[in-house]
Nanobody
Framework: QVQLVESGGGSVQAGGSLRLSCRAS?????MGWFRQAPGKEREGVAI???????TVARSVKGRFTISKDTAEHTLYLQMNSLKSEDSAVYYC???????????????????????WGQGTQVTVSS
């Protein structure tokens, strides 16, 4: 059983920054972040592959950065220049199977993900 525990969510004004952390029981699989706002579908935000390469969604490109500290077993999501539309519950995820494809402009596959954290709320006020 893989355990994922997120922290770092909170409330911030538009233009501000937050860093989410995810303490994981293993960090050698594909790891990433999804988010879900009320009334909306779950949305892929960022992924770090087994080889360390990263991809972020077009909606957050240039503002969000995903990284991993293997020694600390921790995944991070640095979020800068936050907008009100970034408000959502953010979930840390991991799986041995890839959950992102660069085809067709980029497609996320949340159904491929077996392991999800409990989620952390991010609220951005304008």
């Amino acid at each position: 059983q893989v355990q994922l525990v997120e922290s770092g969510g909170g409330s911030v004004q538009a233009g501000g920054s937050l860093r989410l952390s995810c303490r994981a029981s293993r960090v050698d699989w594909y790891m990433g972040w999804f988010r879900q706002a009320p009334g909306k579908e779950r949305e892929g935000v960022a992924i770090i592959n087994k080889d360390g390469s990263t991809t972020v969604a077009r909606s957050v490109k240039g503002r969000f950065t995903i990284s991993k500290d293997t020694a600390e077993h921790t995944l991070y999501l640095q979020m800068n220049s936050l907008k009100s539309e970034d408000s959502a519950v953010y979930y840390c995820v991991t799986d041995r199977i890839n959950f992102y494809s660069a085809l067709n402009g980029g497609t996320w596959y949340p159904a491929n993900v077996d392991y999800w954290g409990q989620g952390t709320q991010v609220t951005v006020s304008s």
